[in-house]
């Protein structure tokens, strides 16, 4: 697994009815998790957030044309 990343199993997902029930299993397994994302709450609360930039991918070159897909007639 990636280190950022978290998985959930499908069966917890499925079991659980509220957030408070899904942040009380996250918790049970990783608490520093939890705690992060208190942190960055409250940091987001105050405004001292960064803002969110995508990631830019690079644009197509203008001189190459735009491949045609045939469409299919749907009579």
């Known amino acids: 697994m990636k280190p950022n ?4 199993p499908t069966t ?5 009815e509220t957030l ?3 942040q009380d ?4 397994q990783n608490p520093k998790l939890m705690a992060g994302l208190r942190a960055a709450r409250r ?4 405004g ?6 995508p ?6 070159a203008a001189s190459k044309p735009r491949a045609q ?5 749907n009579f």
């Open 25 to 28: 299993w996250l918790t049970a």
């Open 12 to 16: 917890v997902l499925s079991s659980v």
């Open 5 to 8: 990343t978290v998985a959930i």
């Open 48 to 53: 001292k957030f960064k803002p969110w930039k």
């Open 43 to 46: 940091e987001d609360r105050a």
């Open 55 to 60: 990631r830019h991918l690079p644009c197509r």
């Open 20 to 22: 408070d029930e899904l």
């Open 69 to 73: 897909v045939p469409r299919k007639n």
